[in-house]
């Protein structure tokens, strides 16, 4: 097969080329990927795949206005048409700020999202984005697939119009085209930007939710393949011993640790507050019954707003994600994940015996390996009395269905109760060991650590599928 792999930003760089997924294309084949990356951040993966694979740039893009405004009409006629309970905090969100032209043009996309709130209507706002995406000159990416040859262009997240032109070009070429769904609260909060022929999902759960918010999708075009991001937990290579990595951070491995792992600030601008309230209830408990706490910040926050908090609590001890922000600034489709992080990551859950934070999906990451999570969820001490930020709106989302319904996490709902949760936690880890484990298979396809071989799975099918989707014909017209 010969794959060509469009990566337009950092998100999907750690599922597909942090892990042993090119590894998995077999020698027969080729695999070419199209990136949008500083130069800087491709050096790591260079030097680990060699010749194996070749690495070209995708061309200068700049998306035009009427694209730009059907594209954010898009999401705006999702979220209107499904008009699910919890998000009124994502329309909110998505509130034009700034220059008047920009929320001119804001307000554009919201009027015309509303007007198209409906699944047909959608469908033909999708086919007129593509068209207005595909206004420009498609010559330099015509000219990159008829090089390469590919059997199947595959884009590694939904949500990237960096991607746009580079798969309707495909699609015009009659080369067969297939997305990833990133993460497991992407699909409900508005409407994809990157237009594919097949879709690798995580779940059956996931290939419901296509079916709900895309009836035009057929289900033989959307692929149950699980995720790659979890995968290194089960490469036993990747651990140090406890002792080792724990003392390289300051921490004694006889004692319990806690991880708190930080949102980025969109979703959780409170963060250094909740970290505060986490230290000092731990810092209350009595020395021989005390935790030690290890902070692991959002890779997309450069961790500038927590300073106050480390120097007032210098007890917290810090694992600062291994990504490169060529930016100050940057959030998470401008920070670039380095190889080396998969393990560090793999070793703060290995060696860490509970994770508290705002509906991460760490929680996840510790079920995985068997461990209990704590979701934070009281409004902070400094919230303002108008905020369109609450703790409510934020598990009112409608991905945390899944964790009400089986509840594979525990609630701190007042700071004060942290410390007594915690010892109660650490003391019965595996209370929820059966909700944890229900709510993994519920979430990801089993098992976790082929979730790799099975999008190459897809992959070749798709490629070798001589059946083309039905709107890649609308697409060239």
Not at 135 to 161: I, K, S
Not at 195 to 214: G, I, K, N
Not at 259 to 275: E, I, K, R
Request: charged fraction near 15%; charge should be positive.
């Amino acid at each position: 097969m010969n794959l060509l792999l469009v990566i337009p930003d950092g998100t999907g760089i750690r599922n597909f080329l942090c892990t042993d997924f090119i590894e998995g294309v077999p020698a027969t084949g080729s695999v070419t990927v199209w990136h949008a990356l500083p130069p800087a951040s491709l050096a790591p993966f260079q030097a680990r795949w060699g010749d194996r694979v070749r690495w070209l740039p995708l061309p200068p893009f700049r998306e035009g206005i009427v694209a730009r405004v059907l594209r954010q009409a898009k999401v705006y006629g999702q979220l209107y048409w499904q008009r699910e309970s919890g998000l009124d905090l994502v329309l909110r969100q998505l509130r034009p700020r700034g220059r008047r032209s920009v929320r001119v043009l804001g307000a554009t996309a919201r009027l015309l999202g509303t007007l198209a709130a409906g699944p047909r209507r959608l469908h033909w706002l999708d086919r007129l984005h593509w068209a207005a995406a595909g206004w420009g000159d498609q010559a330099a990416y015509t000219r990159v697939l008829r090089t390469v040859q590919p059997a199947v262009v595959f884009c590694t997240h939904q949500r990237a119009g960096r991607a746009v032109a580079a798969l309707l070009a495909a699609r015009r070429a009659g080369i067969p085209t297939a997305t990833f769904i990133y993460s497991w609260d992407n699909l409900p909060k508005g409407r994809m930007a990157v237009p594919a022929d097949h879709y690798l999902v995580w779940s059956r759960h996931m290939a419901a939710e296509m079916a709900t918010y895309y009836p035009d999708v057929a289900a033989a075009r959307v692929h149950i393949v699980g995720t790659p991001q979890f995968e290194h937990y089960w490469n036993a290579t990747l651990i140090q011993p406890r002792a080792a990595f724990l003392a390289s951070l300051g921490l004694d491995p006889q004692r319990p640790v806690v991880c708190f792992s930080g949102d980025d600030v969109a979703s959780s601008p409170y963060d250094p507050t909740y970290l505060a309230d986490l230290a000092a209830a731990l810092r209350a408990l009595p020395a021989a019954q005390r935790p030690q706490l290890l902070f692991r910040r959002s890779p997309a926050d450069g961790g500038e707003r927590y300073a106050p908090v480390l120097a007032r609590y210098p007890e917290i001890a810090v694992s600062a994600p291994l990504w490169l922000r060529p930016t100050a600034g940057a959030d998470w489709t401008g920070t670039v994940p380095l190889p080396a992080d998969v393990a560090l990551l793999a070793n703060v859950v290995a060696h860490c015996d509970l994770v508290v934070n705002i509906g991460s999906t760490m929680a996840m990451d510790f079920a995985i390996k068997g461990k209990p999570a704590i979701y934070l969820r009281y409004n902070p001490v400094d919230l303002p009395a108008d905020s369109e930020w609450t703790i409510t709106n934020i598990y009112a989302l409608p991905h945390f269905r899944s964790v009400h319904a089986l509840q594979p996490v525990y609630w701190a709902t007042a700071a004060a109760d942290l410390g007594a949760l915690v010892q109660q936690v650490l003391a019965q880890p595996s209370d929820k060991a059966a909700a944890r484990q229900a709510w993994l298979d519920h979430q990801v396809q089993a098992p976790l650590d082929r979730a790799g071989a099975r999008c190459l799975a897809a992959l070749a099918t798709i490629a070798g599928d001589a059946a083309r989707a039905p709107l890649a014909e609308a697409v060239a017209q």
